[in-house]
């Protein structure tokens, strides 16, 4: 059973990083992308990055293009995302998710989510 579970949120204020981690376990993960949502409060869950596991390709939303960065750790089963520059707009609870094939944009792609971890910055 493949488990996603998040940690590294927080509070910070603007302009401040903060790095979130994506452990995953359950599967051998080299056939997967994995992706990171956030959903702030009174709006649906967004896109945020994702990552294709076997060849490290990327893609992310405009609205964190250049400030956002997601990587992973093969060793570690675990995929980062490092936030930079750090806005009040930021602030959500941020999902990892996993899918079989190739980097997608796309919630419904997705089968596999973690529970969640808060993320506050403030002005």
């Known amino acids: 059973q493949v488990q996603l579970v998040e940690s590294g949120g927080g509070l910070v204020q603007a302009g401040g990083s903060l790095r979130l981690s994506c452990a995953a376990s359950g599967r051998t993960f080299s056939s997967y992308a994995m992706g990171w949502f956030r959903q702030a409060p009174g709006k649906e869950r967004e896109f945020v990055a994702t990552?294709?596991?076997?060849?490290?390709?990327?893609y992310y939303a405009d609205s964190v293009k250049g400030r956002f960065t997601i990587s992973r750790d093969n060793a570690k089963n675990t995929v980062y995302l490092q936030m930079n520059s750090l806005k009040p707009e930021d602030t959500a609870v941020y999902y990892c998710a996993a899918k079989r094939g190739a980097y997608a944009y796309t919630e419904s792609r997705y089968d596999y989510w973690g529970q969640g971890t808060q993320v506050t910055v403030s002005s």
């Open positions: 990552i294709t596991w076997s060849s490290g390709s990327t």
